[in-house]
């Protein structure tokens, strides 16, 4: 299949582009599970917030757009489950489930999930449609980490929305810029090879 016919088929994601195979599948899941591992030991503390920022959250959208719904959740759920069983790959080297930031990684999931589907649908072939996954997926990652961090800690929710929250919006914005300008590009790329 030449990649020409890939990149105008409806419902094509980055991870398309490659030879079909189980064998590919699976090295993208784990390839994906393991660059958001790696991503995750990029941090910078945040004064007054158990949450560091991360490159995590970046990697785990990312992972998701070019790998699609079903390879992006399998590759977060990968991520999690390893991360819980002991690996220190969560941010700051951090494993296991008993931590406030836990959270995060269960919307990181869930965000991935959805930005791979909406992947499908072209929401990561212009500048602006990747604008708006990026933050559907942040948005996502928030609406489940901002609460359990709550939870875990005693916080009231203006509290955790403060200190999980408002931080992270800039560095956010600087991420979803990044994606704006690579998967767009990796596209037209793409197309001229074709």
Known sequence: ????????????????????????DIALVIGGAALTGIAAQLTVPVPGS???VSGQTFAALLVGTALGASRGF?????????????????????????????????GMLLAATVVGALARRGADRSVLRTAGTMVVGSVIIY??????????????MGQAVAAGLVPFLIGDALKAALAMGALPTAWKLVGRRG
Do not use: H, K, N, Q
């Open 74 to 106: 399998l590759s977060l759920a990968l991520y999690a489950v390893v991360g819980m069983a002991g690996m220190p790959w969560f941010a700051e080297g951090a494993s296991g489930y008993a931590m406030p930031s836990f959270g995060y990684i269960l």
């Open 143 to 156: 609406a489940v980490g901002v609460p359990y961090l709550a939870l875990a800690t005693g916080m009231t």
């Open 50 to 52: 158990p949450v560091p």
């Open 1 to 24: 299949m030449s990649t020409a016919s890939v990149t105008s088929r409806p419902g094509a994601v980055l991870a398309d582009l490659l030879p079909a195979s189980r064998t590919r």
